[in-house]
């Protein structure tokens, strides 16, 4: 190779909208490029500084609470039309929570005014009564042929409707995603890939942080060749472990019941609220794994009657 | 637990008040029935803590407010109403049980009979337990003050059946936010509170936090600022974990003179002016103590203190200053006098699982409760100023206190942890994601033990652990009070409701 591959990261509003542990994102692809002995560097953009998005190979854009996401949408105008460029160009970003909601159309909370996003996404996101909080399961295909667990956290009240030239990141196998309807999760455009997922979500979803890696490197440098594998044991104990806490958590008294009937009728499991069949976890790395339950981990959740907003009703 | 379990407290309790009628039921002490149901339920209550302590489930801090909660759901607020007593409230994200320690240990000088939930069990039923327990059946207190630590989520259910006539808010930092939802939605809920005290109540504010200084300004309640006035032990930036480090005003970032921990300290907004409250009871002076702790000078409107606050760090600084403001605002029998504080707030311990030495056999453990990114960071520093390599226990489990989310522990500074490693062993029902959080702050994955069972987890732990060099527990409420059972079965430390 002629020159040693550096991966630029842009990491926007490092401090503005960081309420989540989403810089373990960060951490996760400079590790990985650490681990393969390839340099990177960092650029950080808070509000009123615009970087040079040409520059940068992976665009970090993450979550917030109302509040945070408004000032960071004032700030976007400035932003916007670098980044939009940058996009169209193929630049890798991952946007999380506020920051999927800042790329969008917009955000209408239920209360106070509409947030407006830069557009990048086909995407708009209404404000909704209940709070989705919980563990995810979602179920990827980046690229054909191709399938991959997703592991997070989702903690949103917005509802996100995809339009037509945005398409899903995966589809919900057990928790929420966009809006708890339609059984999508997140969106991609291009080179953008957009969730709900915390966790955070690239520490415990190796894969997603290596594609990310992947795509930003093949972009600069022609002739770089696919990533060195890494040790992932920690990860992937990690990311079964998270996807037997989201199924288990779906595992209501109603789907308890539909379990029953599943095994007298040796039927596969129907898939998200949206009740759409769904070939489960096939080709999945880590499927058949998932619903193992290690003997030797006392699961905290089987023994609590109800999770703590209704262990005490008003 | 078996016991716990086949109770079906829960479910008779929640349907009880998912009634709509249930306020007649509450608010009609004077009725024969009534008043025979409470007695009903205090004595259930007392009888399960008996029971809980005997069969050895623990100190049944939570579990006779269950039942008695149970058998009647309007406990509390018959109890409150049948008792003359003031009542303090202490809430906010991270100090209240300590708070309430040096809180009480200053009442009982001043001369009051205090009853308290202690052991940081703040849920609903801990808060009844306390009540309960100190009442005769009758439900009369025959204590002078209700002093009660109450988790933020309960807090609007507490408020208004025990009206206090103090309520304390520490600080608010990010805490479990998968069980509060967002950060300003808990905030909102504390304001609300705050606006529905009377105007004979006094609210204790942080001041040195930007968020609660902010709180509710048109309350009819007296308000009473604390804080830090003292520049030197400060730093300018607030750390990484810092929350509220905009203006609440008009969003602009805040200028510090001095940040004490995290986003507390003294700040302004360059854009419109929002600054600091005055302080009513500020801390002026700070030295650290040729013993553990600080020795502070606090100027209050009751005249000025000189203390020796012996607990480490800076956050106890403002737990010390808390209770003292709290302190304040009661009508004391004897009033408070410099000396009888100082000595007072000398014989507060740790709250258990604080930071606490424990003699494990030939070895040291020291056992830090840690639930949120300032917690673990500032109990961290803590560990990191002693000299020598660090032997870790990391442990964190889901459950309803400790909460789903633990995305929180990639805010905590574990890179700084790290290289002063010799041993690390990770537990909890969590512990393969305190593994992976372990491993990207740099551990290395070959040395790390990850060991979900407590027991197995400290024992191993302890077998990598010289005996001349300490091992630091580091855990969440639930693995933290398992792994102290498990030291407390072998008699290395008293059970944590005879503290």
Not at chain 2, 422 to 451: C, H, N, W
């Amino acid at each position: 190779m002629a020159q040693a591959p550096v991966v630029r990261v842009c990491y926007l509003y490092p401090r503005l909208l960081s309420v989540a542990g989403d810089r373990g994102n960060l951490f996760a692809l400079l590790q990985r490029c650490a681990w393969r002995g390839i340099e990177y560097t960092v650029t950080e953009a808070d509000v009123g500084e615009v970087p040079d998005f040409a520059q940068a190979d992976i665009v970090l854009l993450h979550g917030g609470q109302d509040r945070e996401m408004t000032a960071a949408a004032r700030d976007m105008a400035a932003k916007a039309a670098p980044l939009r460029d940058a996009i169209e160009n193929d630049a890798v970003v991952l946007a999380v929570c506020a920051g999927y909601q800042l790329l969008s159309h917009y955000y209408a909370p239920v209360s106070g005014p509409a947030i407006q996003g830069i557009g990048v996404l086909d995407a708009f996101t209404e404000g909704g009564q209940k709070r989705f909080i919980g563990h995810v399961a979602v179920e990827c295909s980046l690229s054909p042929g191709q399938r991959h667990q997703l592991a997070g956290f989702e903690n949103h009240s917005g509802r996100t409707w995809l339009g037509k030239s945005a398409e899903p990141l995966g589809r919900v196998i057990a928790g929420n995603g966009n809006n708890g309807e339609d059984g999508t999760e997140g969106a991609r455009y291009r080179e953008v890939y957009a969730t709900y997922l915390h966790g955070p979500v690239l520490p415990k979803n190796p894969w997603l942080a290596d594609h990310l890696l992947a795509r930003a490197l093949a972009r600069r440098y022609q002739d770089f060749g696919p990533l060195a594998p890494l040790p992932d044991h920690t990860e992937s104990q990690a990311q079964v472990a998270a996807l037997r806490l989201a199924r288990h958590q779906a595992s209501g008294w109603r789907s308890a019941a539909a379990a029953i009937s599943r095994f007298a009728l040796q039927r596969p499991a129907p898939v998200s609220a949206s009740g759409r069949q769904y070939d489960e976890m096939a080709g999945s790395p880590v499927g058949d794994k998932v619903d193992e339950v290690d003997p030797s981990v006392p699961d905290q959740r089987l023994e609590m009657p109800e999770p703590a907003t209704s262990a005490e009703p008003r | 637990m078996p016991l716990l379990d086949r109770l079906p407290t829960k479910a008779r309790a929640s349907a009880a008040d998912r009634a709509p009628a249930s306020p007649v039921r509450g608010k009609s002490p004077q009725g024969a029935s009534a008043q025979a149901r409470l007695a009903l339920a205090l004595a259930a209550g007392k009888a399960a803590s008996k029971t809980s302590k005997v069969l050895g489930f623990g100190g049944g801090t939570s579990f006779p407010g269950r039942v008695a909660r149970w058998v009647d759901p309007g406990v509390l607020q018959k109890v409150t109403a049948a008792s003359d007593l003031r009542s303090v409230v202490v809430t906010g994200s991270n100090g209240k049980t300590t708070t309430c320690r040096i809180l009480a240990a200053l009442a009982d000088a001043g001369g009051l009979e205090v009853v308290q939930n202690r052991s940081g069990s703040n849920l609903l039923q801990g808060v009844i337990s306390a009540a309960l327990l100190g009442a005769d059946l009758r439900g009369r207190l025959e204590a002078q003050l209700l002093l009660l630590e109450i988790d933020e989520l309960v807090l609007s259910k507490v408020i208004p059946d025990l009206q206090p006539d103090t309520f304390v808010v520490t600080n608010i930092f990010r805490d479990q936010l998968d069980r509060f939802g967002e950060l300003y939605s808990m905030a909102r809920d504390i304001e609300s509170v705050i606006e529905g005290l009377p105007a004979s109540a006094t609210v204790v504010l942080n001041g040195d936090d930007p968020l609660v200084a902010s709180f509710a300004p048109a309350a009819r309640a007296k308000r009473m600022y604390f804080g830090i006035r003292d520049d030197r032990p400060g730093s300018q930036l607030p750390e990484h974990a810092a929350d509220t480090i905009r203006c609440v005003q008009c969003q602009h970032p805040l200028t510090y003179r001095a940040v004490h921990v995290s986003h507390l300290g003294d700040y302004e907004c360059p854009e419109c002016g929002n600054a600091r409250p005055a302080l009513d009871v500020a801390v002026t002076a700070i030295q650290p103590s040729q013993r553990t702790g600080s020795e502070i000078t606090v100027e209050t409107p009751a005249g000025t203190f000189s203390l020796h606050v012996p607990l480490a760090g800076m956050h106890n600084v403002y737990n010390a200053a808390a209770a003292l403001a709290g302190a304040t605002t009661l009508e004391l029998p004897q009033p408070l006098e410099p000396s009888d504080a100082r000595r007072a707030i000398d014989g507060v311990r740790p709250a258990f699982g604080r930071l606490e030495e424990i003699r494990a056999g030939d070895r040291r453990v020291m056992l830090a409760f840690v639930k949120n990114p300032t917690s673990y960071n500032t109990t961290m520093r803590e560990v990191l100023r002693q000299p020598g390599r660090k032997h870790i226990l990391a442990a964190h489990s889901n459950t309803v206190v400790d909460g789903e989310d633990f995305a929180w522990l990639w805010d905590v500074e574990l890179e700084q942890l790290v290289p002063q490693m010799a041993s690390l062993t990770v537990s909890g029902t969590r512990a393969e994601e305190v593994a992976l959080r372990f491993k990207y702050a740099g551990a290395d994955p070959a040395t790390m033990q990850v060991i979900p069972d407590r027991a197995a987890a400290l024992d191993m732990a302890l077998a990598g652990t010289p005996s001349a060099e300490p091992l630091c527990v580091f855990a969440g409420y639930t693995p933290m009070r398992e792994l102290r059972n498990v030291m407390q079965h072998r008699g290395w430390v008293p059970p944590f409701w005879k503290e």
